[in-house]
């Protein structure tokens, strides 16, 4: 984990990497990618999807369930977020809190870090969504194939 935080350090504080324009082409594409994303493997539990959206060398960082591999990533959402209850967990972005900083290997766009926050809720049938907490993400996303691919997560910060 330290690695890669200090490779983001770098990137940003060395070479001057700054967040694009939230009303850009590139800001506008992720801020849509991550509603789709979520809202299809986090909240609707589509697994297939999830499965080809992640990279196979997949790192989740996360400060209570610690560093993941895609195969501990997915069972752990199978277990915990896609479990068949009558309470399902949430996810919904603070709109506002998105940035994305792209990603350059000699001028050619390669990939991007998005950063913000979101929140966490659970769904009942027929009552509202009740709030349980937010946390702080980063991720870093590779263009692969003209899609935008998940390879590294950090998810930190969380309070109820």
């Known amino acids: 984990m330290k690695k890669f935080l200090v490779l983001v350090f770098l990137n940003f504080s060395v ?5 694009v324009a939230k009303d850009s082409e590139l800001f506008l594409q992720l801020k849509k990618h991550d509603s789709i994303f979520f809202e299809k493997s986090f909240n609707q539990c589509d697994i297939a999807f ?6 196979p060398d997949l790192v989740f960082y996360h400060d209570q369930g610690g560093v993941q591999n895609k195969k501990t990533f997915l069972e752990n959402v199978k277990k915990n977020i896609c479990a068949k209850n009558s309470q399902k967990p949430i996810r919904k972005v603070k709109a506002e809190s998105l940035e994305v900083y792209p990603l350059y290997d000699n ?15 659970l769904r009942e049938a027929n009552k509202p969504d009740v709030f349980t907490s937010e946390a702080k993400f980063t991720h870093v996303y590779l263009l692969i194939n003209k899609e935008w691919v998940l390879k590294e997560v950090l998810s930190f910060d969380h309070k109820s």
């Open 107 to 121: 001028g050619k766009l390669y990939g991007v870090v998005q950063t913000g926050i979101h929140d966490f809720y």
């Open 15 to 19: 070479f001057g990497f700054a967040q």
């Open 50 to 55: 999830l499965e080809k959206a992640i990279h």
